[in-house]
């Protein structure tokens, strides 16, 4: 299995926070600057879904978790490939 440079945090492991002088650890690759060739295919599916909530359905993520009866926070960790995007969600949603 290939590695490749996290897309989030840009291989650093951590991504600067906006309000201090602080950073916190990527939540894609754990702190490793690295992902997976599966977990690039979660970040790569997860954006598919973004781009169909968005673009297709025009709903807002408050929207599109009550439809489908999960969180936001759910929803957000499988549009950015936390966690994988293989559920019912999903089955729903393509």
């Not at 492991?13 to 690039?40: R, T, W, Y």
Request: some cysteine; hydrophobic content about 35%.
């Amino acid at each position: 299995m290939d590695e490749h440079k996290c897309p989030c945090c840009g291989g650093r492991g951590f991504i600067p926070a906006i309000f201090k002088n602080i950073s916190l650890i990527c939540d894609i690759c754990k702190g490793k600057g690295i992902v997976d060739d599966e977990k690039l295919s979660w970040i790569e599916k997860g954006k598919e879904l973004k781009d169909y909530r968005i673009n297709v359905l025009k709903f807002t993520m408050r929207q599109a978790s009550i439809l489908y009866g999960i969180s936001v926070i759910l929803l957000s960790q499988y549009e950015r490939g936390v966690k994988k995007p293989e559920t019912p969600y999903t089955k729903k949603l393509l």
